[in-house]
């Protein structure tokens, strides 16, 4: 029997249970510094473990960090529908970025056990571990893992800044779990999340429905040179690795600005160094950078130059340059018949809603490369996000929670298709 539109979600019990969240890995006011497989990490996982468990649901862990928590469809043996987003945050992250998606799905659940609906399909929360890079680079790491762009023992190699790896970490804090990553039948892919940008709240529409994503393209790249003394080391013998990646951090800039006319943009994110103390020249630097616009072709374009600039920005230092990792993602990748089914419901529930971009990555992005995927974005205050002043209130989450919630229902409701 279909989901009666009066079943909504009890937008307080959410809101305290984001509350909860908000109080775990504390960073700046208002804000969170929850990094990945950290031990405020763990924290959040422990308690997210509870709930699910509370709500009903069995509980796996990956061997990559990534927790499923599953509740069992009338027919079981079908493939799940999988809803979530992710609970680790950035150093300056917001309460909301990933952890509204996880815990929305929760609250979905929770409305469902509620209203006593059995769905035909089963359905799956999933955390995805590392989705932000903040800690281990690249961004979206075991959703990667999971839809099998990188195997395990690439991702447990990944170390942070003081040189631990992903694989220590997960079992270090206990979340190391056994289950293989991905390499199973899934119906569809969910994701609900704050739109990151301010279109939905400067047009106080209601609920944002992701027709593709932005075309973007990242790049991790070192640069060697040697280690000489600033004082009487003559300019023309210089090998300052940390110039280097200063200009082609510098390049990436003037990229994204000679594109920002039709909406293009280019960031340098990152720049280290070794020495990186005065009196010395640095002789290894890394820079992380990346370029995307909606035009794929262009996006394409603004890559390449990316890769010009990064060997220019070495010669002109006396450097060398290399690529160590690049990510790609984004382009025409959401279900069609799935975003249309978002904006029957969205219509239904009487919610204003629009068609937009992500301009963002998502671990949906890596979904979408092996089943049916869709995002619901909501709106956010001045489209503020990696920040601690990131901000919403109830009115701006309720109608995208209920709109995932009857979207997912339908979704996982529906009769088989013929054989």
């Not at 997210?48 to 509980?59: H, K, M, N, Y």
């Not at 027919?75 to 996880?102: C, E, K, M, Y």
């Not at 060398?320 to 978002?342: C, E, K």
């Not at 619901?376 to 209130?393: D, L, Q, R």
Request: with cysteine.
């Amino acid at each position: 029997m279909p989901l009666s539109p009066a079943v909504r979600v009890d937008i307080d019990r959410f809101w305290s249970t984001l509350d909860r969240s908000a109080g775990i890995g504390t960073g700046r006011e208002n804000g969170l510094s929850r990094l990945a497989l950290s031990d405020a990490d763990r924290q959040m996982r422990d308690l997210f473990v509870t709930w699910c468990r509370e709500a009903g649901l069995e509980v796996t862990v990956d061997r990559v960090g990534n927790i499923f928590a599953r509740r069992a469809g009338l027919d079981d043996g079908l493939p799940p529908v999988l809803v979530g987003s992710h609970l680790d945050t950035q150093q300056n992250g917001g309460r909301f970025d990933g952890i509204a998606g996880v815990l929305g799905a929760l609250e979905m659940i929770r409305c469902l056990n509620a209203a006593g609906h059995a769905t035909r399909r089963p359905i799956e929360i999933v955390n995805w571990a590392n989705e932000e890079g903040a800690r281990f680079s690249p961004p979206m790491t075991a959703a990667g893992c999971f839809a099998g762009e990188y195997t395990v023992h690439w991702v447990h190699a990944r170390t942070d800044d003081d040189g631990a790896t992903f694989g220590d970490e997960l079992a270090r804090i206990g979340y190391l779990g056994n289950a293989e990553p991905g390499g199973r039948p899934l119906d569809a892919y969910f994701e609900l999340h704050i739109e990151q940008g301010p279109i939905l709240d400067a047009d106080k529409v209601q609920v944002g429905i992701v027709t593709h994503a932005y075309s973007s393209h990242g790049f991790l790249v070192e640069f060697h040179g040697e280690t000489a003394h600033t004082g009487p080391w003559p300019m023309e013998l210089r090998k300052n690795a940390l110039i280097a990646a200063a200009r082609l951090l510098v390049a990436v800039d003037d990229i994204g600005w000679d594109f920002a006319d039709t909406g293009g943009k280019g960031t340098g994110a990152r720049l280290v160094a070794w020495p990186n103390k005065a009196g010395t020249l640095s002789d290894w630097a890394q820079a992380v950078c990346d370029v995307r616009h909606d035009d794929p072709q262009t996006s394409d374009l603004m890559a390449e130059r990316v890769i010009r600039a990064a060997a220019n920005a070495a010669a002109q230092a006396g450097c060398t340059a290399q690529v160590v990792d690049r990510w790609d993602w984004g382009g025409a990748i959401f279900d069609a018949g799935m975003v249309d089914g978002i904006r029957q419901q969205a219509a239904r529930l009487g919610y204003s809603h629009r068609d937009l971009p992500s301009q963002a990555g998502h671990d949906a992005y890596f979904l979408a490369r092996i089943c049916p995927t869709a995002m619901i974005f909501t709106p956010c205050h001045g489209g503020i996000t990696h920040n601690n002043h990131e901000n919403a209130t109830p009115a701006d989450l309720e109608p995208g929670l209920n709109v995932l919630l009857h979207s997912v229902v339908a979704h996982a409701d529906r009769s088989p298709e013929p054989a």
